[in-house]
Every structure is written in C-alpha cells, then in structure tokens.
C-alpha cells in the first residue's frame, strides 16, 4: 500500500522537524513537503496527491483557518489538523467549526500529534474531550455563542493588535487594504467592548491569545 502523503506546515523549521522526525517511524507515512509558506503549500496541492496537511493556526502572513479554507476547496478530502500553542480551550471549538479534521496542542505530549495523524488517516477526527462535551452541551442551547463573538479574522487582526502592529502594518501581513484592517478593528473593539490598546492586550492575555 503506497504510503500517505503528509505536508507539515509550521513557520518554525524546529518544530516541522520534530514531527517529521515522529512520523517517520510509521512506514505507512510520507513526509512529502515541509514549509512555512502557505503559497508553496497550496502550489504543491494543486499538483500532486496528498492526504493530510498539519497546519500550525497561528501562520505569518494569514491564518490557519483562511488557509483552511483554501486547501478544502482545492480538494476537500484532505485531512487537516491543527496545531496550536495557544489557548485550546478557545482555538480547538473553533477548528471544530471551521471544519479541520482534529486539533493538538502544542503544550502538549508529541505522541498526541503522532495519535492524531493516525486516527485522521484511519477516517476519524481526533479533538480534546472537553471540547467535544462543550460543543455537546451548547448544541442543546441553541443561539449561545461557543466562545468570544469575534470571526477568525477578527481575532487573528486582534492578535496582530496586542502585539503592537500597526494598521498598515497588519493590512500588510494579510495582504489586506488598510481601510478593511480599520473596520476590522472598529468591530473587534465594539464587540468586545473595549476603547484602547491596554484594555484589548489584557483581554488577549486573558483569553491566551499571546
């Protein structure tokens, strides 16, 4: 059986070496491409087979779920899962929702990665129990909002903001206009209710966003 094709895609060459390095001692798993660039992940997808992306959220340039997004209209057969070092309990509802496959935190055991890339190729999803019974319980509450009402865009402009870019700065690294950065940033503080920079990185620290 021809192994299944794996793109590990983390901006920090130590960590996609570390999983290759973990996956390598599954004969049934190739490692086929390796990269911090969602430009050459999404080239190499368009031209050859592949399986299952392991995609860090938090990316330069744009998000894991933008990415997400991309990769699943290119060929939604591909299996996702998520990777992040960042708050779980916020990022794994949200994996969930946007459709990955599963979701590990990085704080984590790697053994949960090499898990997690086994039960997704045998046709299972692989996300923490608490964020299974919490998806569960909020199902029986229809209308209630799963975590804080920002869209994933929003919060990756917010994580931008509490880190101390500028509005062009940011439109830069989306590749967005400045005009789109600054409605973002007019909502994000309207809905969050929140009127300067010292308020919004205290509610990024409080919700592990940093």
Same mark, same amino acid.
């Given at each position: 059986?021809? +192994? %299944?094709? =794996?793109? !590990? ?10 999983? &290759? @390095?973990?996956?390598? *001692?599954?004969?049934?798993? &190739? ?18 087979? =592949?399986?299952? @992306? ?12 933008? $990415? ?19 708050? &779980? ?5 949200? %994996?969930?929702?946007?459709? %990955?496959?599963?979701? =590990?935190?990085?704080?984590?055991? $790697? ?5 997690? /890339? &086994? ?8 996300? +923490?129990?608490? *964020? ?22 929003? @919060?990756? =402009? ?11 700065? !940011? %439109? ?21 209710? /929140?009127? *300067?920079? @010292? ?12």
């Amino acid at each position: 059986m021809k +192994p %299944a094709s =794996v793109i !590990i895609m983390d901006e920090h060459p130590i960590v996609r070496m570390s999983i &290759e @390095v973990l996956l390598q *001692t599954n004969k049934n798993i &190739e490692i086929t491409l390796k990269s911090g660039d969602c430009h050459e992940t999404l080239d190499y997808i368009r031209n050859h087979p =592949v399986d299952m @992306v392991i995609l860090d959220i938090e990316l330069p340039g744009t998000d894991g779920f933008t $990415l997400l997004k991309r990769i699943k209209q290119l060929n939604d057969k591909i299996k996702v899962l998520f990777l992040s070092s960042k708050s &779980e309990s916020f990022y794994a509802g949200r %994996a969930m929702r946007a459709g %990955a496959n599963g979701f =590990v935190s990085k704080r984590k055991d $790697l053994g949960d990665i090499y898990n997690a /890339v &086994e039960m997704l190729l045998g046709g299972y999803s692989f996300f +923490p129990s608490d *964020t299974l019974n919490f998806i569960s319980h909020l199902n029986m509450r229809k209308g209630m909002l799963m975590d804080m009402p920002l869209s994933n865009r929003e @919060v990756t =402009v917010l994580r931008y903001l509490a880190n101390g870019l500028s509005n062009k700065e !940011i %439109a830069g690294q989306l590749l967005l206009s400045n005009k789109t950065i600054s409605a973002h940033k007019s909502n994000i503080y309207t809905k969050l209710g /929140v009127q *300067t920079i @010292v308020e919004l990185i205290d509610y990024a620290k409080d919700h592990e966003l940093l």
